[in-house]
């Protein structure tokens, strides 16, 4: 078999006609790719890029796309990925910038959409083939939308409440000070 070259870009939205039955396509994605900044994008739109304690971070997202036809599933797309990303996000209490990351793995089946409403389906989360488990998620007439799956994948796989320090002491809710600094009369009151 022929090495496939590896490709640096890949639309949001992939068409199924457009790849040949059981030929593997890998791509390795980072901000050159549009819709992959965008989600580096939206990891970072608390932050304030100016700001002398930020550093630029990275997101790399390694797919590999296989179109299979057959039984129960028709024609479907195999999806093996994986995102890591070093991005920066504001401590939720002091909103000091912080370090953060993700190292996800995913595997995911896009079956066609008609099947959602079928019995078989209806309450399946995840399906069994090619001795793996595969998450499910839906075709639109061979249209899959990659780019929201991999959305969906990154940002459930984050931190959501961020903190600099597990200890973090916050900011004073009446004049704003930094209490990791310093304590100011409102806490001293108390
Ligand atoms: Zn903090
Ligand atoms: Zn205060």
Not at 43 to 72: A, T
Not at 75 to 80: F, G, K, T
Request: aromatic letters at 8%; charged letters at 30%; one cysteine or more.
């Amino acid at each position: 078999m022929i090495e496939k070259p590896i490709l640096e870009d890949i639309s949001k939205i992939v068409k199924l006609g457009h790849h040949i039955f059981d030929e593997t396509t890998r791509y390795e994605l980072d901000q050159s790719c549009a819709w992959v900044k965008d989600l580096f994008n939206e990891l970072e739109e608390e932050v304030d890029r100016e700001e002398s304690e930020y550093k630029s971070g990275n997101i790399n997202c390694q797919l590999s796309l296989k179109r299979k036809s057959g039984k129960p599933f028709a024609d479907h797309l195999l999806v093996r990925g994986k995102i890591q990303t070093n991005y920066m996000a504001p401590c939720i209490r002091c909103l000091k910038l912080t370090d953060q990351e993700v190292d996800a793995e995913f595997q995911v089946c896009f079956i066609p959409h008609h099947l959602e409403n079928e019995p078989e389906f209806e309450e399946l989360d995840d399906i069994f083939t090619e001795n793996e488990e595969f998450s499910l998620y839906y075709h639109e007439k061979g249209n899959a939308d990659i780019a929201e799956m991999v959305h969906e994948n990154l940002f459930m796989n984050i931190e959501h409440f961020p903190l600099h320090d597990e200890n973090c002491l916050g900011l004073c809710s009446e004049c704003g000070q930094d209490l990791n600094v310093e304590t100011c009369k409102h806490q001293k009151n108390q």
